[in-house]
């Protein structure tokens, strides 16, 4: 039996395919780790699913058959198509030895009217859809209680630019429908995300996106194409098959192979690597001044990078020492791909003479920042369960006329509702009214985010409500607008990165961040044992502290600049 790759290998990294295929080549991370985001990826496909499942009764439900046993559910796939069935859930869908595939979509939905033939439906956990102008063709859309009855919602569209991957996933299961013989006349897939959509006096809802995939809609790969800008745009079915191609292609080539031998591709670290086993792999392959290792903030896509790589700039050294004249003529037309490649390369070559000398934080302005001091000055930090909901407030007050300082934290370790998370808000709120009445006071956060939750927040809790927000206008400090708009970071301006670079501190925590405190904070509350749980809620309050004296250190530091 031939190998056969599964629907994310035509929209995923290649050296996956090779490396999954190298005889004898074993990953050197055990297992993935756990994703940061999407805790409630089942409820969201079960949510879906109950709606599709209700909208007919003849629906075929496969989901008990999906795992472990797939050749069972291969044949109730099968048994389902020859049916006629109206819907299929958890489909398996027959394997396509000759074409190297196989693949379980979310769904099949049969096509409107007699025929017999099948669309794929796939659930993506983020936004697919985009507000389009009124001259764009309105949406083709189901909903999921008559995902068979076609509508055209207006001002809507698919995100094409940013959502490719899951149309090439879309487009995998068809070619495996085509081969099984059960493919409907005509090639539209079906995506559903967390969109909720409103129109024509209809209630928000989800919907599912159906994509014409012979439609010129997306542009070929910029590495097969000398000047992106002018290439035509082709159908998503000739990207896919392109792509896919070639992992078939690597993946009959690593077969040969040894676990010795240099892959046939450089690796480029992305955002995709975050989640691979195969990362510790890559990044020993490359020089420790390559540009996917060193430049981690707004870094430079697969493409750009390769571009580079070509002109003899992969590394930051090599890029920091670049002439811009000389470089921006020979560069920009290759990676016309991106309208914004100019701004990109000029923000990259800055990030790299940067990291070359060694400088963390450059200003860019001259004179005093626009932070003058207080007598009562509060730093502020609220922490957010996977569920999001604020359960925690806290504070670090620094008292300048009596030169006390402290920490204040209002916390609720338990899965709170919108009442519960409502009433920790009001309580944060009526102390912070108490501490500041009569005072000259201010109080500081880094970046929007403690606003927007009070703003939403605000209208639940009654007066207190009412103050917090008038109070908030007049006295919240935003120091991150302060530092953006005065300081370019080679890693970019996040808190962790600019006050242990130039405030010189640290965290307690040797991994801190937000998304860890999530997975925290669940330990806090859900741990099998009482000391487990003990552990999690300390550490998720000195995160949290750490947090608001990292502000009131960086703005110490900040009011030194003039």
């Excluded at 936004?127 to 919602?153: K, Y």
């Excluded at 201010?442 to 985010?449: E, K, M, N, T």
Aim: proline fraction near 8%; include cysteine; hydrophobic fraction near 45%.
């Amino acid at each position: 039996m031939g190998f056969v790759l599964d629907a994310y290998a035509a929209r995923s990294c290649p050296l996956k395919t090779v490396y999954r295929f190298t005889p004898g080549l074993e990953p050197p991370v055990d297992r993935l780790p756990d994703p940061p985001f999407f805790h409630d990826a089942d409820a969201i496909e079960a949510a879906v699913f109950a709606r599709l499942l209700a909208s007919d009764d003849e629906t075929a439900d496969l989901r008990d058959l999906a795992a472990p046993d797939s050749a069972t559910a291969e044949r109730a796939t099968i048994a389902a198509m020859r049916a006629g069935a109206p819907i299929i859930l958890a489909p398996v869908l027959p394997r396509d030895d000759a074409g190297h595939r196989a693949g379980r979509p979310s769904a099949l939905i049969r096509e409107a009217g007699d025929g017999p033939g099948y669309h794929p439906v796939q659930i993506k956990f983020h936004r697919v859809l985009e507000t389009v102008g009124p001259e764009s063709p309105p949406l083709s859309a189901t909903t999921l209680d008559a995902p068979r009855r076609l509508l055209a919602v207006p001002g809507r569209g698919y995100r094409w630019r940013h959502r490719l991957p899951a149309a090439l996933q879309a487009a995998h299961y068809w070619r495996l429908l085509e081969a099984s013989g059960h493919a409907a006349e005509r090639p539209f897939a079906g995506v559903v995300g967390l969109d909720q959509i409103g129109w024509d006096a209809q209630a928000p809802q989800p919907l599912i996106a159906w994509l014409d995939l012979s439609a010129p809609r997306v542009p070929p790969n910029p590495d097969t194409t000398p000047i992106p800008a002018q290439a035509a745009p082709i159908s998503t079915l000739r990207r896919y098959d392109a792509e896919f191609a070639m992992r078939v292609s690597l993946a009959s080539d690593a077969l040969g192979a040894a676990p010795g031998d240099p892959p046939p591709l450089t690796p480029i670290l992305t955002s995709e690597c975050r989640g691979c086993v195969w990362r510790p792999r890559c990044t020993a392959l490359l020089d420790p001044d390559d540009l996917t290792v060193r430049i981690t903030k707004s870094p430079l896509d697969s493409h750009e990078v390769t571009t580079l790589r070509a002109l003899g700039l992969g590394t930051v050294t090599a890029l920091a020492g670049a002439d811009l004249g000389t470089l921006l003529p020979a560069y920009l037309p290759r990676v016309s791909h991106r309208e914004d490649a100019e701004s990109r390369i000029l923000r990259a070559h800055h990030r790299a003479r940067l990291l070359a000398s060694g400088v963390e934080l450059e200003r860019e302005t001259s004179g005093p920042l626009p932070l003058p001091p207080h007598e009562l000055e509060i730093d502020v930090d609220i922490e957010t369960s996977a569920e999001d909901r604020v359960y925690l407030w806290g504070f670090w007050v620094d008292d300048r006329v009596s030169g006390v300082s402290y920490a204040r934290q209002f916390a609720a370790f338990e899965d709170l509702d919108a009442a519960g998370e409502q009433a920790l808000a009001g309580e944060a709120m009526a102390w912070l009214a108490d501490l500041v009445a009569g005072r000259d006071a201010a109080v500081y956060h880094y970046s929007d985010y403690e606003v927007v939750r009070l703003g939403r927040l605000a209208g639940h809790l009654g007066g207190v409500g009412v103050w917090a927000a008038a109070w908030a206008a007049e006295h919240f400090v935003d120091l991150f607008s302060v530092v953006r708009e005065n300081f370019f970071g080679a890693n970019g301006l996040g808190l962790k990165v600019v006050a242990s670079a130039v405030a010189d501190f640290a965290w307690r925590d040797e991994d801190p961040g937000g998304l860890n405190s999530q997975s925290w904070f669940a330990d806090a509350v859900h741990a099998g044992d009482a000391l487990a749980r003990e552990r999690a809620r300390v550490r998720v309050l000195e995160y949290n502290e750490d947090d608001v004296r990292a502000t009131w250190h960086l703005r110490r530091w900040l009011r030194t600049q003039d």
